[in-house]
């Protein structure tokens, strides 16, 4: 069993960054990839990022290259997701998740939190 908790969610404007963390507990951190999914109203949850075990191979989707970078710090349990520059349409409840595969698909992961809500105004 892995425990999740999100922090570092808010308010900003258009252009503005973020960070957000992900704390992990129970099982080995190191043992799982790391994935950042996102939840819009009316949405379905879809897939940001994703990091490998080591942190040596990183997954994004197309329209956050470039500004969001995932991390990993396994010493600390944790997973980053730096958020530059950004857009209304990053709006949304973000969560992070866990799984032994490395994999862009929301049902593959086997763990969740209960996710952060970032909101950007225009």
């Known amino acids: 069993q892995v425990q999740l908790v999100e922090s570092g969610g808010g308010l900003v404007q258009a252009g503005g960054s973020l960070r957000l963390s992900c704390a992990a507990s129970g099982r080995t951190f190191s043992s799982y990839a790391m994935g950042w999914f996102r939840q819009a109203p009316g949405k379905e949850r879809e897939f940001v990022a994703a990091?490998?075990?080591?942190?040596?191979?990183?997954s994004y989707k197309d329209s956050v290259k470039g500004r969001f970078t995932i991390s990993r710090d396994n010493a600390k349990n944790t997973v980053y997701l730096q958020m530059n520059s950004l857009k209304p349409d990053d709006t949304a409840v973000y969560y992070c998740a866990a799984d032994p595969g490395l994999g862009t698909q929301a049902d593959l992961y086997h763990y969740w939190g209960q996710g952060t809500q970032v909101t950007v105004s225009s």
């Open positions: 990091v490998s075990q080591s942190g040596g191979v990183t």
